[in-house]
């Protein structure tokens, strides 16, 4: 599976964005698909996760109720929605596939490239 991630940019807080994750292969349909991000200074965090069929999701206490990850198969594409956003949120965003559960929140198998989060307070 091959990843490509788009959407990212300057926002001010409490705005929103739409992060997209293009994947190639007929394998994205069935990999669980999450999204992680990575602040300067720290280590790469799990944000969220949606099952292979989108019935499910996972997502990071620090972001439930703010962000929505949701995907569309016949695109090759999954998204996450960010709302009401903080200087927090601030990071390199990263889409990655996996086949274990959307549960998991480890070393994902397939990454994309990262895609720049900024929010001014």
């Known amino acids: 599976v091959q990843l490509q991630a788009s959407g990212g940019g300057l926002v001010q807080a409490g705005g929103s964005l739409r992060l997209s994750c293009a994947g190639s292969?007929?394998?994205?349909?069935?990999?669980?698909m999450a999204w992680f991000r990575q602040a300067p200074g720290k280590e790469r965090e799990f944000v969220a996760a949606i099952s292979m069929n989108g019935g499910g999701t996972n997502y990071a206490d620090s972001v439930k109720g703010r962000f929505t990850v949701s995907r569309d198969n016949a695109k090759n594409t999954v998204y996450l929605q960010m709302n009401s956003l903080k200087p927090g949120d601030t990071a390199v965003y990263y889409c990655?596939?996996?086949?274990?559960?959307?549960?998991?929140?480890?070393?994902?198998?397939?990454w994309g490239q990262g895609t720049q989060v900024t929010v001014s307070s």
């Open positions: 292969g007929r394998t994205f349909s069935i990999a669980t």
């Open positions: 990655a596939a996996d086949r274990r559960s959307y549960y998991y929140t480890g070393e994902y198998d397939y």
